[in-house]
Each structure stands twice: as structure tokens, then as C-alpha cells.
């Protein structure tokens, strides 16, 4: 089984400061997909990525795959309010001949005024 | 294009009793995947179907059971209600694997278990 552990489990810090998540395997996925879920909804997807030492910019966040694909990190410049929720990465695991995601321990983000 | 419907959105149980949870995939995907969300465990995976066949399943007792219909749209079964199922089910569309296709999540269904 293919484990995803995220660092830290919780943030708490205020509007305009940075922060970095994590998250690390000790195997190599094909693919890393982050997600963001707000209290009482499903994870919406904000990027998905695919090659080694890949970086990809959604506005204020910068998401990186590490180049062994083993690892992942998203990076929040001047983190708002909106910020606010719990961040989920996930990869792909095989199944003999299925897949189905793998999702990692989330952490959760607080923003404050 | 419309997202990922789940229905109802919440559900208040008695423990023995069982549950029947609706998800309707968006249009034109054939994956639909189902997972368990709770604080202690986070998210896991329950069962995908593809083509009304269940084609994965997730470490869960018998009492979890699903099926997908013709349309695509899948429902899963909770018998015999225990407390510790309460939890916000979620479902998940793709248009094929998730190897290389994105899943997208509905509202889910928040079931509570008294």
C-alpha cells in the first residue's frame, strides 16, 4: 500500500503570510494530483502533476512534484482568508488491474484576518 | 456542464437500519468511485464502478455494497447501521481510470448514525 503522509496536520497563521504543505512517499507515483476541501463539500481539484521536478503556478500557489516523484509540496504567497480549508493531496495506486486514488492525511489551513 | 450530484445531502439513521446514498456522475463519465471521510481515518476508498461493473474495492465490511446503473449513476447501500459509520460519503467521477483522467468529487452526503 502506498502511503501519503502531509506535513503539517494543522496551520493556523494569518492574511499575508507564506506557508509551504508537504507531502511525501516512500514510493513513486506516476502522477500527484492537490486538492482543497471547504467544510461540508467534496475536495475540489486545483492541479494535477505528472513529471519529475515539475512546477506548476495557480495564481498565488506553486505546486511541485519532486524529481523522484515521491514527494510533492504546494507553496500559499500572501495567504487570504479564502485559503481557508483542508488541503488533500492524492495519487494513483495500482490494483492488479484496477486503480483507485490514494489520498493523503490533509492538512488543514486556517486563515485569519 | 453540471458537476457531481449526491443526494440527499444529509441523513440522520438509527443504528440496524440501513441507508441507500444516490450519485449522479457528470456527463459522460462512466467511473464513479465512492469514499468514506471521517476526522479519525481522512479519506477512504470504498469501491469504484465502471460500466456497471464494480471494478475496486476498499477494505470495508459486506455491509457496504454499490451498483451502478446503465446511466451511470451509482448508489451505495449501508445495512445494518453501526455509530461508527457516520461519516460524509463522498463519490467521485472520472471519465475513465484514474491513472489518467481527473476525478472529480460531489457535495457528498453527510450520514449521521444515532
Known amino acids: 500500500t502506498q502511503l501519503l503522509e502531509q506535513s503539517p496536520q494543522f496551520l493556523s497563521i494569518q492574511e499575508g503570510e507564506n506557508l509551504t504543505v508537504y507531502c511525501n512517499s516512500s514510493?513513486?507515483?506516476?502522477?500527484l494530483q492537490w486538492y482543497r476541501q471547504e467544510p461540508g463539500e467534496g475536495p475540489v481539484l486545483l492541479v494535477t502533476?505528472?513529471?519529475?521536478?515539475e512546477v506548476k503556478k495557480l495564481k498565488r500557489l506553486t505546486f511541485q512534484f519532486g524529481d523522484a516523484r515521491k514527494d510533492s509540496s504546494l507553496h500559499i504567497t500572501a495567504a487570504q482568508p479564502g485559503d481557508t480549508g483542508l488541503y488533500l493531496c492524492?495519487?494513483?495506486?495500482?490494483?492488479?488491474?484496477?486503480?483507485?486514488?490514494?489520498f493523503g492525511t490533509g492538512t488543514r489551513l486556517q486563515v485569519t484576518l | 456542464k453540471a458537476g457531481v450530484t449526491q443526494t440527499p445531502r444529509y441523513l440522520i439513521k438509527t443504528r440496524g437500519q440501513q441507508v441507500t446514498l444516490s450519485c449522479s456522475p457528470i456527463?459522460?463519465?462512466?467511473?464513479v468511485s465512492w469514499y468514506q471521510q471521517t476526522p479519525g481515518q481522512g479519506l477512504q476508498f470504498l469501491f469504484e464502478?465502471?460500466?456497471?461493473?464494480?471494478?475496486n474495492k476498499g477494505n470495508f465490511p459486506g455491509r457496504f455494497s454499490g451498483r451502478q446503473f446503465s446511466n451511470s449513476r451509482s448508489e451505495m447501500n449501508v445495512s445494518t447501521l453501526e455509530l461508527g459509520d457516520s461519516a460524509l460519503y463522498l463519490c467521485?467521477?472520472?471519465?475513465?481510470?484514474?491513472?489518467?483522467?481527473?476525478?472529480?468529487f460531489g457535495p457528498g452526503t453527510r450520514l449521521t448514525v444515532t
Open positions: 492524492a495519487g494513483p495506486q495500482f490494483t492488479g488491474t484496477a486503480s483507485k486514488l490514494t
Open positions: 456527463s459522460g463519465h462512466r467511473s
Open positions: 464502478y465502471f460500466s456497471e461493473t464494480q471494478r
Open positions: 514510493s513513486v507515483f506516476s502522477s
Open positions: 502533476v505528472v513529471t519529475g521536478g
Open positions: 467521485a467521477s472520472s471519465f475513465e481510470s484514474v491513472l489518467n483522467y481527473e476525478q472529480y
